[in-house]
């Protein structure tokens, strides 16, 4: 069975750093696209970024370029969210979630609605003074 805990969440100034991971269990995270996503207070749901399975490429939103790098340790089974230089913009939910779905071309999306392999429970970002 398919699951995916997030973690590393957490209280951060603004201009700080945080990394978030996202242990999967179940399956092999290079078998799928994994993809970030967060929700802030009263707003829908956004992508985030994402990384393709069998190519590895990579997506951000513009809303977070180029402040935001995402990876994957196969060995651990792990898929990370390097934040830099955060903002008060970035306070949310962050979620993340597998999908075998990708472009023609090996390209992750970052439309949530083409994850529907699994999603975590969440871990909570505040970008606060």
């Known amino acids: 069975q398919l699951h995916l805990v997030e973690s590393g969440g957490g209280l951060v100034q603004p201009g700080g750093s945080l990394t978030l991971s996202c242990a999967a269990s179940?399956?092999?995270?290079?078998?799928?696209?994994i993809g970030w996503f967060r929700q802030a207070p009263g707003k829908e749901r956004e992508g985030v970024s994402c990384?393709?399975?069998?190519?590895?490429?990579?997506n951000y939103a513009d809303s977070v370029k180029p402040r935001v790098t995402i990876s994957r340790d196969n060995a651990k089974n792990t898929v990370y969210l390097l934040m830099n230089n955060v903002e008060p913009e970035d306070t949310a939910a962050y979620y993340c979630?597998?999908?075998?779905?990708?472009?023609?071309?090996?390209?992750?999306?970052?439309?949530?609605?083409?994850?529907?392999?699994?999603w975590g429970q969440g871990t909570l970002v505040t970008v606060s003074p």
């Open positions: 979630a597998a999908t075998l779905t990708t472009t023609y071309g090996g390209d992750c999306l970052l439309s949530d609605a083409w994850y529907t392999e699994g």
């Open positions: 179940g399956f092999r995270v290079d078998d799928y696209a």
């Open positions: 990384i393709s399975n069998e190519r590895g490429s990579v």
